[in-house]
């Protein structure tokens, strides 16, 4: 079955206002049928034009809004360096924002163009954070014109970044030298084994022991238990890193010499990803097993 | 519904921009949280912050503050307008969703407008030294160096003068990675972090010398003076006891120190030894209890505050390099956390006396000593019974170090919000002088409580001070504490008492308001102090700019001259007098001023609610025959009592911006000068005779000396700039630096003039064609002497299209000036009759052109024979400009000249006003020389009498007891140099006391042939 009739994607280059200008345009109706974007990716039928990576723009944005342009070569706020490519730009919708810069529907904020875009025009902006004050600034990193609804890019958006996620802990999995199902049972604080703290940046090491039921990737541990370093410390160089808990269940990626600089002799859970929840253990096996693409 | 919460929250917005409870005008705290992040719930803590000092509106601070949108860059605080709003500009790598960066501290090139950040990164915990060319256009800061260490602290510099000139000075000082000596004090230094590429020129040195414990603190604090003493302080542990996870650290506060080369030596910071043990590094305290751990569970703590031994601090003198503040926390007692504060005279190697503060249970010390030399200490107290503890944040100031202010800026709660981390208020806080104005940052509880802050404070986050809530940006809810950086300016003296005199007027409405720095590029054109010849009533044109008229010398009344100031300040206030003082200096750049006038200095009554009077009288003052009429003018206020003096020092025996470490006219509102010589010129085809007619032979010149005031040999920079319009109209202007080809003006251009010694003067020439401008137009051409990119000093000249009739009727006045000090100045019978003849001529209401002609004829003669006896011994040659001898042109330049050349001979027999540099240069020799016999003599009384010259209580009537006074030390040290020339110099001082001006001479030859026998010692090229 031909998708064309619904696959409504184009990509051109054409002169506008004696500038170079690229837009892309796409029908996301169009791609969920025909699968394309789910596969991750949109080739464009133009090849002079680059193609929208939905998932790539996705990752480098952290905030994708339907906007209208107000004024070219403009600020929406003082302190924001004007120049040809920074306009203001009305936020139409939301699609996909962090939750500490609120709700900026209906706002104006300032936009530093990537590609020149003539007054007027309305386009889904994938940005990220530039400046922060009485209004935002931000930094378009890639764009969509084109008339699909909001839920839609709602769903396509927050399904590129399930994805990446996917493809981010999938990466990790293939790096891992082992990971397994199992429970914590005890942890022991191996800190000062050796030498005294020199720094609030020590790690504050600890020995979990950790009870596997099933090793997912690696060799299996004899006795059917491991144990692994993780860091005690709540130091900001080391809060987000895991800290087990005896009794917690989970899946455990684990590492050797996962930390430059940090000489330690043992498997090692430092990355906040390292441990994921029990109901993900399927997701895990599939992405051992198929990993996606990146 | 959703817009009406909006519109309730722009309100509350606008509400808490506005002050909130009562407070000082002269204290300003500000929540820097923006007003879009009014949502946020992070524990912004650890802050630090970093003023412009060549830009005191641009600021830029940091915390442990993430990227709002997770982005992959953390941001920093940013301030355009001296701190009163803020916003976060993401350009820092590593961004931790959490904490944005771990540890972080920032710093300004001194005249760059270059951000310097040392990071640790908040996804590897790698140290980055890292470089903002723009740190408002939010692009990604430059990586120069990374690895590992902790606690990054940087201080930053631009070379002022001497080698290096203009370059940024960077110091790093952190905690380096373990080494089996345990020395692990650090410090990574770049001589040149501006321009070079990655790794700009960073290398890492260590400042431990002795064994430690393991390890050294992780808090490694440096302080820079622009003289080039560069200071570093750390603790050395040495003993570590208890544990196995907290533990008791016995450890040292260590002080270490390089001498005036900006650490650049092969074994930097080793300057300063310990009495007792003979190495590198003052133990200025020892013994010291410290409880530590890293284990966040266990960590010592102070409300909910971890204690881990890293509060240290350290600041110097900006006037004076050998005096230096520390402070250090310890544990006292049992269970105390205590912070010290002391003071040493002696450039660290003295800790006489009590400390100066001791506060029990307050953390965060932070030290910063202003332009006047008043310290400020930041710290913060906990007080309160448990459960309602508060967090104290004392800002506390001294002239003295005994007699203290205490100001509380805010008081907030230790409880609220509660923190799982033990950073509430983080490692470190910061505080930092520009100018007298003191800046800081310290972390707080950010619940909106107008009791918290008693000096006021004003949100840029929404809040409800009603209610008591903080709100979000937009919509209904309230947002939980958290706790937030808030910055803070103490504006040292108050508006209504802060006096000064302008820099610069553009006009009605443009005009310097007082700012320190003022940030105009000529400052020394339409300052608010000028001369008049009469003691009329001021007048002002329609810029607002004063009337001024030249200079005049001459015997008796003919060299009346009468000094007039405006004087402003910045807010009305109650009756008050200033005292003024007027002082004059050679015309250039580099020469040191004197006082002008012995008259008492006069006042100027405010009444009370004005702010702005000028003189109705004016100061008079007399011009000698035998000087120049080529000045620069300057004044010095004091506003009454102690409440605003001028920042010493003085500009008597100174030249602004000189040498290093006197203030910049601009930097001290106080203080303003007026130098620009204004050339009057015929106008292009108007007659035919006129000076400065068409054609090269009607051009006219004007000279000004350049003066190294500094203590070293150096190159100076001379940047010479004038408007497009202002280059079209005079076309064909030429410069020169006397004795070298004459260069086309251009512009933007450099003149370096290479190797000037202290105390030297070299000549610049500049020469005008034929303006095309309207009469009366000013046709300015600016000189500014550079540090970089930094104009610490300038003159103008400038070409004033005028009729004919005034332009000979000023040649004619230039004659009888130039005549009569050269009779002055030689006894010339010939040169006095030249001076009353164009005296006779002037008196003259009006002067027929054909009378000129005639004096030409029968006066040129005159002029050529002075002018070859000028220039006898002076090196000078005639000028070569095509010409036509008998012009009025060719006059006004030979005028121009003989004035030079008079000058010339006159500073070759010695300058009185060069008396307070010479003894600086001496100071600064002896410093270099070490144990020379007789230096600890000599060191003490320079010290004593620069400090006392500075603060006008000296002058140069004091100077020969001075160097009578150390006749002995000079010969000793002749003789134990082993220099005959030395020893002749010094034999020559004794027979140099029938003048101030033929002793000056003397002494810099003393000075010259100590400076060489120092030169050829160090194995460095001797003097030229």
Not at chain 1, 206 to 217: G, I, N, P, S, Y
Not at chain 2, 765 to 770: D, Y
Request: hydrophobic fraction near 40%.
């Amino acid at each position: 079955v031909s998708a064309l009739p619904f696959f409504k994607v184009a990509a051109f280059s054409r002169k506008e206002s004696g500038m170079q200008r690229t837009v892309r345009s796409l029908s996301l109706r169009g791609l969920f049928l025909s699968g394309v974007l789910l596969a991750g990716g949109v080739r464009l039928p133009d090849a002079a034009a680059a193609p929208l990576d939905l998932r790539q723009a996705v990752r480098n944005s952290q905030l994708v809004f339907r906007g209208t342009i107000k004024r070219l070569g403009a600020a929406a706020m003082a302190g924001v360096p004007v120049s040809a490519s920074t306009a203001v730009v009305s936020v139409d919708e939301v699609i996909s924002a962090p939750a500490p810069v609120g709700d900026l529907t209906g706002r104006e904020i300032t936009v530093a163009l990537r590609q020149p875009m003539r007054e007027g025009r309305q386009a889904v902006f994938f940005a990220t954070g530039w400046i922060y004050g009485t209004g935002l600034a931000v930094r378009e990193v890639d764009r969509l014109e084109g008339g699909q609804t909001t839920a839609e890019l709602r769903k396509a958006v927050a399904d590129a970044a399930r994805r990446n996620e996917e493809a981010d802990l999938a990466e990790r999995l293939a790096r891992a030298e082992l990971v397994a199902v199992g429970r914590v049972v005890r942890t022991v604080d191996v800190s000062r084994e050796g030498h005294r703290p020199r720094s609030e940046h020590d790690p504050d090491l600890f020995h979990a022991l950790l009870q596997v039921e099933t090793v997912l990737k690696g060799a299996a541990p004899p006795g059917g238990e491991l144990s692994f370093l993780f860091a005690g410390s709540r130091d900001v160089a080391w809060r987000r890193a895991p800290k087990p808990q005896e009794g917690q269940a989970g899946v455990w990626i684990l590492f050797r010499d996962e930390r430059p600089g940090l000489r330690v002799d043992g498997l090692t859970a430092f990355d906040p990803r390292d441990v994921q929840p029990l109901e993900r253990a399927g997701t895990v096996r599939r992405l051992l097993a198929s990993p996606p693409r990146p | 519904m959703r817009r009406s919460f909006y519109r309730l929250s722009i309100l509350l917005a606008a509400a808490a921009l506005a002050t909130a409870g009562a407070g000082h005008a002269q204290i300003q705290v500000v929540d820097m949280t923006p007003q879009l992040l009014s949502g946020e719930t992070t524990n912004d803590s650890e802050p630090n912050l970093a003023v412009d000092p060549a830009n005191p509106l641009h600021l830029a601070a940091s915390a442990f503050t993430p990227d709002p949108m997770g982005g992959p860059l953390a941001p920093i605080y940013v301030s355009t307008d001296g701190g009163g709003h803020w916003t976060l500009n993401s350009l820092l790598p590593g961004n931790d969703p959490v904490h944005g960066t771990h540890d972080v501290t920032l710093r300004f090139g001194g005249a760059s407008g270059i951000l310097y950040p040392g990071i640790l990164r908040g996804d590897t915990t790698a140290l980055n030294i890292l470089r903002a060319a723009d740190f408002t256009a939010g692009m990604p800061a430059t990586l120069l160096v990374s690895h590992g260490g902790d606690q990054p602290w940087v201080q930053a510099a631009t070379v002022m003068g001497g080698g290096g000139a203009g370059s940024d000075r960077v110091y790093v000082g952190y905690n380096g990675a373990l080494v089996p000596s345990g020395q692990t004090a650090t410090i990574e230094r770049s001589l040149d972090a501006a321009t070079t590429p990655a790794p700009a020129g960073f290398a890492p040195f260590t400042i431990e010398t002795r064994t430690t414990s393991g390890s050294d603190g992780a808090a490694i604090r440096t302080a820079i003076h622009p003289d080039g003493t560069v200071y570093g302080l750390f603790y050395r542990w040495t003993d570590e006891t208890g544990g196995p996870s907290v533990i008791t650290i016995t450890a040292d506060v260590v002080l270490v120190r390089s001498d005036y080369d900006w650490a650049a030596g092969a074994m930097p910071l080793m300057a300063l030894t310990d009495p007792g043990d003979g190495h590198a590094g003052r133990l200025v305290a020892t013994g010291r209890t410290l409880p530590f751990t890293s284990d966040a569970t266990l960590f010592p703590t102070l409300g909910q505050n971890r204690l881990l031994s890293s509060n240290l601090s350290l600041a110097v003198d900006p006037r004076d390099s050998d005096r230096v503040w520390i402070a250090w926390a310890d544990r006292v007692g049992t269970a105390d956390y205590t912070l010290h504060v002391r003071r040493s005279e002696t450039r660290g190697a003295t800790w006489p006396g009590p400390e100066s503060l001791t506060i029990t249970g307050a953390t965060n010390p932070a030290l910063a000593v202003n332009a006047r030399g008043r310290v400020g200490f930041l710290y913060q107290q906990l007080a309160g019974p448990a459960g309602s503890r508060r967090w104290q944040t004392h800002l506390r100031r001294s002239d003295d170090g005994a007699a203290w202010t205490d100001d509380v800026l805010a008081d907030t709660s230790a409880e609220e919000p509660v923190v799982d981390d033990a950073l509430f208020l983080g490692d470190y806080l910061h505080l930092l002088a520009v100018g007298k104005d003191f800046y800081g940052v310290f972390a707080a509880s950010n619940a909106p409580v107008t009791a918290n802050f008693p000096h006021g404070v004003t949100y840029l986050r929404n809040a409800d001070w009603t209610a008591g809530t903080l709100l979000p940006a937009s919509g209904p809810g309230t947002v939980p504490v958290s706790i937030d950086p808030f910055f803070f300016k103490v504006t040292d003296t108050p508006p209504d008492q802060d006096f000064y005199v302008r820099d610069w007027t553009d006009g009605a409405t443009s005009a310097d308001a007082g700012q320190e720095p003022s940030t105009h590029p000529v400052f020394f054109v339409t300052s608010d102090v000028w001369n008049q010849l009469a003691d009329t009533a001021p007048a002002f044109n329609a810029a607002d700019q004063p009337v001024a008229s030249d200079v005049r010398n001459g015997a008796g009344a003919l060299g009346d001259n009468f000094a007039f100031a405006r004087v402003h300040r910045k807010a009305a206030g109650p009756a008050a007098s200033v005292q003024l003082h007027f002082l004059y200096a050679n015309f250039g750049a580099g020469l040191s001023y004197q006082d002008a006038g012995a008259a008492p200095d006069p006042m100027l009554a405010f009444p009370a609610g004005s702010s702005q009077r000028t003189m109705a009288a004016g100061y008079p003052w007399h011009l000698d025959p035998t000087a120049s009429d080529h000045l620069c003018l300057g004044v010095e206020i004091s506003g009454p009592g102690t409440s605003d003096p001028f920042i010493p020092p003085s500009l008597a025996g100174s030249s602004p911006g000189w040498p290093s470490t006197d203030l910049r006219v601009t930097a001290d509102n106080n203080k303003a000068q007026r130098n620009i010589l204004i050339l009057p010129t015929g106008m292009a085809g108007a007659g035919t005779g006129g000076a400065g007619g068409a054609g090269t032979s009607g051009a006219v010149s004007g000279f000004a000396i350049v003066h190294n005031a500094a203590t070293f040999p150096r190159t100076v920079e001379i940047r010479y700039e004038a408007a497009p319009e202002v280059v079209k109209k005079l076309g064909g202007a030429r410069v020169e630096v006397v004795g070298q080809p004459a260069r086309p003006f251009r512009s933007g251009d450099t003149l370096r003039l290479e190797n000037m010694q202290p105390g030297e003067n070299r000549w610049l020439r500049v020469t005008f064609g034929a303006p095309s401008g309207r009469e009366g137009e000013i046709l300015p051409v600016y000189f500014r002497e550079m540090a970089g990119e930094a104009a610490i000093n300038g003159f103008a000249i400038a070409a004033r299209p005028s009729p004919l009739a005034e332009v000979l009727r000023h040649d004619l006045e230039t004659h009888r000036s130039v005549f009569s000090r050269m009779a002055a100045l030689t006894g010339s019978a010939a040169a006095a009759v030249e001076s009353r003849a164009a005296a006779l001529l002037l008196g003259w209401r009006e002067i027929p052109e054909q009378e000129y002609q005639t004096f030409l004829r029968e006066h040129g003669r005159a002029l050529e024979d002075g002018l070859a006896e000028a220039r006898r011994g002076t090196g000078w040659k005639a000028f070569g400009d095509a010409g036509d001898p008998g012009s009025p042109g060719h006059w006004a330049r030979q005028l121009e000249e003989l004035d030079a050349l008079l000058t010339v001979r006159q500073l070759a027999a010695g300058d009185p006003a060069d008396i307070l540099q010479t003894v600086r240069w001496q100071r600064d020799l002896y410093r270099r020389a070490g144990a020379v016999p007789g230096a600890e003599a000599v060191l003490r009384e320079s010290a004593r009498f620069i400090d006392g010259y500075t603060r006008r209580e000296l002058g140069n009537a004091a100077y020969p007891g001075l160097v009578k006074a150390l006749l002995g030390s000079y010969r000793e040290a002749a003789r134990a140099l082993e220099s005959p020339e030395l020893e002749r110099t010094a034999a020559g001082l004794e027979s140099g006391f029938s003048s101030l001006a033929a002793l000056q001479k003397a002494h810099r030859s003393f000075l010259l042939a100590l400076q060489g026998r120092l030169d050829r010692a160090a194995g460095r090229t001797p003097p030229r």
